[in-house]
């Protein structure tokens, strides 16, 4: 059974650096506030005892073999810590992604901030959009945000449990938006 990949193609509302998203803030008719984060199971201290520890074990494998004389070796050991200093260092700048997604009655409002600081805004109509859950039972399950044909995919960095669980908050969110009374706009003019 082939599978069939959707690509996100929902227009981005607005770009840049930061955004200034005041107007998103918790109100009385928000409906799901839901900021999405990678999961980083390291913190400070103790990648700090991680590094240390990587150091002293190098340190002394360098030094065993200082020691038969391949000095040359000594050199390697050290740029093996770098490099996972490195990697551990580009890991927690990825770790400064946010997705955030914000229901309101009237539309949904995805901010997306890469670790670079730059944010991309999407806003679709609560009204018109599904969630669309791909391959609910299985370990790549993906939900998405549908309305006139085009999709926008959400939670992408969290676990498949995780990613489950937000679409269930976001269906329960969208229902209470289609069953929520729609403020129609005041109109203008007319004969009292």
């Not at 400070?44 to 030094?63: D, E, H, K, R």
């Not at 200082?66 to 000095?71: D, M, P």
């Amino acid at each position: 059974m082939q599978r069939r990949t959707v690509i996100e193609n929902w227009p981005i509302e607005a770009h840049g650096r930061p955004l200034r998203l005041d107007h998103l803030a918790a109100g009385d008719d928000v409906l799901l506030d839901a900021h999405v984060r990678p999961n980083r199971s390291l913190g400070g201290p103790a990648f700090l005892a991680l590094m240390a520890a990587i150091a002293v074990i190098s340190f002394t494998a360098g030094l065993a073999f200082l020691l038969i004389g391949a000095w040359p070796v000594m050199g390697f050991f050290g740029l093996d810590v770098l490099i996972v200093w490195l990697a551990f260092r580009l890991n927690y700048r990825d770790g400064r992604r946010l997705e955030r997604i914000h229901i309101t009655p009237e539309t949904i409002h995805v901010m997306r901030r890469w670790p670079t600081g730059y944010e991309t805004l999407y806003r679709l109509p609560a009204v018109w959009t599904r969630l669309v859950v791909d391959h609910e039972d299985e370990p790549d399950v993906q939900p998405r945000l549908t309305a006139m044909g085009k999709h926008l995919l959400v939670g992408s960095v969290l676990s498949p449990r995780e990613r489950r669980d937000l679409a269930a908050a976001i269906r329960q969110a969208l229902d209470k938006a289609r069953t929520s009374p729609v403020r129609l706009a005041q109109e203008t003019g007319g004969a009292l």
